[in-house]
């Protein structure tokens, strides 16, 4: 079957710029999760999604940085006014169930901030 | 908190030799342990996972790793390396009351020489 989705695959845009990455879960996976991958910082986790609960904000950056999820399935991160040390590689992962479950990730949207 | 530390950012074997990358967690209570690869610009692909129960886990392409609750490792080993292996890989944790985010280690990127 299909696995999780992100478009774009990259994304070049100059500071100050908002931008918004997109990310397709499984079919019928309930959790989902961003995360971050950066040289300086490695795997970052930023924000997880549960069904109707409420999201799970914690690693996110600053409040440039949001997130939502709608109809229980595709998400959109959305950074504002973006800045240099934003670059970095943004992950979708999704699950069937937290925790136990393994997290499956996407190929990654590639954010350069010029 | 919990972290995760993987020793040796970088590994280089011989085809044909072991593989033995390590990963070493702070938990007060036993987390759920994940081994992901990544190949160049691509997303995380899991190789094993250990949740409860028999405390060696197999994966798949051949590795396998053993949960130790009294030195708080979760190795990975393969017995005979392939060029095919060269990527780098991360450990992770996550445990059942945080909704499943996934801490990661810093990654041990694996060289595989003919």
């Known amino acids: 079957g299909a696995g999780v989705s992100q478009s774009p695959s990259n994304k070049v845009t100059e500071k100050g710029k908002d931008v918004e990455l997109r990310c397709d879960p499984i079919?019928?996976?309930?959790?989902l999760y961003w995360y971050r991958q950066s040289l300086g910082q490695g795997l970052e986790f930023l924000i997880y999604?549960?069904?109707?609960?409420?999201?799970?904000k914690s690693g996110l950056p600053s409040d440039r940085f949001s997130a939502e999820r709608t109809g229980g399935s595709v998400s959109t991160l959305t950074i504002q006014r973006t800045q240099q040390e934003d670059s970095a590689v943004y992950l979708c992962?999704?699950?069937?169930?937290?925790?136990?479950?393994?997290?499956?990730f996407g190929p990654g949207t590639r954010l350069l901030v010029l | 908190a919990q972290s995760v530390t993987q020793l040796g950012s970088h590994v280089s074997v011989s085809e044909g030799a072991l593989v033995l990358l390590r990963c070493n967690y702070s938990?007060?209570?036993?987390?759920?342990l994940f081994w992901y690869v990544q190949y160049p610009n691509q997303g995380l692909q899991l190789l094993l996972k250990y949740t409860t129960g028999a405390t060696l886990v197999k994966g798949i392409n051949g590795f396998e790793a053993e949960f130790k609750k009294s030195e708080t490792s979760f190795h990975l080993t393969k017995p005979s390396a392939h060029m095919s292996d060269a990527a780098e890989y991360f450990c992770?944790?996550?445990?059942?009351?945080?909704?499943?985010?996934?801490?990661f280690g810093q990654g041990t990127e694996l060289s595989v020489k003919p």
């Open positions: 999604f549960q069904g109707n609960s409420a999201p799970d």
């Open positions: 079919s019928g996976h309930t959790a």
């Open positions: 992962a999704s699950s069937l169930v937290p925790s136990q479950d393994a997290q499956y």
């Open positions: 992770a944790v996550s445990r059942n009351n945080q909704g499943g985010k996934l801490i």
């Open positions: 938990s007060s209570v036993p987390p759920y």
